[in-house]
Nanobody, 121 residues
């Protein structure tokens, strides 16, 4: 059983910062990519940022230069540092990890429960 536990969401004023964390626990092997997605009311879930095992990153254009994704492989944890937050960043943020089981034959894809980020004055 694998669990993803997210933390760090909340209410912040425009221009403020938040740091999201997502820790994976349980029988988890060979994580390839860890990422953050978000879903605003009435909109589809979208990729915010993603980091792969070799360390390459990609970001949504809307967050480039403001958000930074990082990971701690020893702790199976991914972080999202969000600076210069805007009202349009308001959404539920979901953590995602994918990789391969111990045999390297089967892929897995896990999601966190989501954490609310609200940017408002």
């Amino acid at each position: 059983q694998v669990q993803l536990v997210e933390s760090g969401g909340g209410l912040v004023q425009p221009g403020g910062s938040l740091r999201l964390s997502c820790a994976a626990s349980g029988s988890i092997f060979n994580i390839y990519a860890m990422g953050w997605y978000r879903q605003a009311p009435g909109k589809q879930r979208e990729l915010v940022a993603r980091i792969t095992s070799p360390g390459s990153t990609n970001y949504a254009d809307s967050v480039k230069g403001r958000f930074t994704i990082s990971r701690d492989n020893a702790k199976n944890t991914v972080y999202l540092q969000m600076n210069s937050l805007k009202p349009e960043d308001t959404a539920v943020y979901y953590c995602n990890i994918n990789g391969y089981d111990s045999s390297w034959l089967n892929q897995y894809d896990y999601w966190g429960q989501g954490t609310q980020v609200t940017v408002s004055s």
